[in-house]
T-cell receptor, first 107, second 114 residues
Framework: GQQVMQIPQYQHVQEGEDFTTYCNSS?????IQWYKQRPGGHPVFLIQ?????EVKKQKRLTFQFGEAKKNSSLHITATQTTDVGTYFC???????FGEGTQLTVNP | NAGVTQTPKFRILKIGQSMTLQCTQD?????MYWYRQDPGMGLKLIYY???????DKGEVPNGYNVSRSTTEDFPLRLELAAPSQTSVYFC?????????????FGQGTRLTVV
C-alpha cells in the first residue's frame, strides 16, 4: 500500500533558527496534507497541497509539493517556542501518515 | 458543531477485559478512521470506513473490531485486551469527494492495559 516516509524523525533548534521536514512517497500522490500535533494533543490540519510544484505559505510556514507529486516539504522560518510539536504529512490513500518529525525549540 | 467526539478520555483495563471506544461526528463526513499512537511514535491506522455499512482494515487491525451502522458513529471494540494495546487512540473523520479532504480528530482516548 501507499506509504509516506518522513525525515528527520527529530529536530532540535534554537529559537530563531529555521526548520525543514521532508516527506517522500514511492508513488504519485493526488494530494498531500500536513498536520501538527502539540505535545499531549491531537493532530490538527495545517494545509492540503494538490497541484504539481505547488507552494503555499501560512505566515512563517512554507509548504511545497514536488513536481512529480512524490515529495513534499514544510519549512518554518525563524522558529518560535509555539512551533513545538510533531509535524506529520499524510497521503490520501486511507489517510496514511508518515512517522512525523518531532520539533523542539530551545528558547 | 461539536466536531469529532471520543469517549472515554482515559481508561484502565485489565488483561482479558473488553471495551468499546466511542466516536461520533456531526459533520456528515463519509470517511471515518481509527488510529493508535504509541509514545513518541506516528499514527498507525487500525480500521477505516468509507460510509455507513462499509469498513476495512488498516495497518494494525488485529485485536480490534469496528462497525459503522450510521454515518455519525464509528465505535472501536477491543476484545481480550492485552498490554500491547496500551496506547492513545484517535478517531478522525473527513469528507472525501470534495476538493478539501481535511481530517478532523477527536481528543483521543488514553488506554492502559494492566
Amino acid at each position: 500500500g501507499q506509504q509516506v516516509m518522513q525525515i528527520p524523525q527529530y529536530q532540535h533548534v534554537q529559537e530563531g533558527e529555521d526548520f525543514t521536514t521532508y516527506c517522500n512517497s514511492s508513488t504519485t500522490l493526488s494530494n498531500i496534507q500536513w498536520y501538527k500535533q502539540r505535545p499531549g494533543g491531537h493532530p490538527v490540519f495545517l494545509i492540503q497541497l494538490v497541484k504539481s510544484g505547488e507552494v503555499k505559505k501560512q505566515k512563517r510556514l512554507t509548504f511545497q509539493f514536488g513536481e512529480a507529486k512524490k515529495n513534499s516539504s514544510l519549512h518554518i522560518t525563524a522558529t518560535q517556542t509555539t512551533d513545538v510539536g510533531t509535524y506529520f504529512c499524510a497521503g490520501p490513500a486511507r489517510l496514511t501518515f508518515g512517522e512525523g518529525t518531532q520539533l523542539t525549540v530551545n528558547p | 458543531n461539536a466536531g469529532v467526539t471520543q469517549t472515554p478520555k482515559f481508561r484502565i483495563l485489565k488483561i482479558g477485559q473488553s471495551m468499546t471506544l466511542q466516536c461520533t461526528q456531526d459533520m456528515n463526513h463519509n470517511y471515518m478512521y481509527w488510529y493508535r499512537q504509541d509514545p513518541g511514535m506516528g499514527l498507525k491506522l487500525i480500521y477505516y470506513s468509507v460510509g455507513a455499512g462499509i469498513t476495512d482494515k488498516g495497518e494494525v487491525p488485529n485485536g480490534y473490531n469496528v462497525s459503522r451502522s450510521t454515518t455519525e458513529d464509528f465505535p472501536l471494540r477491543l476484545e481480550l485486551a492485552a498490554p500491547s494495546q496500551t496506547s492513545v487512540y484517535f478517531c478522525a473523520s473527513s469528507y472525501v469527494g470534495s476538493l478539501n479532504t481535511e481530517a478532523f480528530f477527536g481528543q483521543g482516548t488514553r488506554l492502559t492495559v494492566v
